[in-house]
């Protein structure tokens, strides 16, 4: 279990630093989901997410919204099959509610928000289980 969660912080980092790095370019979007339709971006997003995941453990996939951005990580059922389910989201509540956790996405939602003509980009991110039981979920906003 332990392993899963460090692979999904792994993963959940790695595409915080691509989001980020997107953001930092091009004119105003007037949402979240123009901005991750937008060709480079996605064509980035893809890229980065498809050499990342090495496995089918976890799954990821990024949604937007007019003002929010979601990162939805889906862990496969073998990966959850030696795991306790309550362990699990207890770990992940926590490591949501760490101050660098917490920081990196609401640095995101402040990178996002330069790039997006929403008044408030928000950043939520979902662990869930494969047929989409949602285990822990957060919204951060940028500072």
Do not use: H, W
């Amino acid at each position: 279990m332990k392993k899963n969660v460090l692979r999904a912080l792994s993963v959940l980092l790695v595409l915080v630093m691509v989001v980020s790095l997107t953001a930092c370019g091009g004119g105003k979007f007037a949402t979240v989901k123009a901005f991750l339709e937008d060709p480079d971006t996605k064509a980035e997003l893809d890229k980065s997410i498809s050499a990342m995941l090495t496995d089918d453990s976890i799954s990821v996939t990024l949604e937007g919204t007019e003002d929010t951005l979601i990162y939805n990580f889906k862990f496969s059922d073998e990966a959850l099959a030696s795991t306790d389910e309550e362990t699990l989201k207890a770990a992940l509540a926590s490591n949501m509610e760490g101050e660098e956790f917490a920081s990196t996405f609401q640095n995101i939602a402040g990178s996002v928000s330069e790039v997006v003509k929403a008044d408030s980009v928000k950043v939520k991110v979902v662990y869930a289980k494969a047929d989409g039981t949602e285990l822990a979920s957060k919204e951060y906003t940028k500072k």
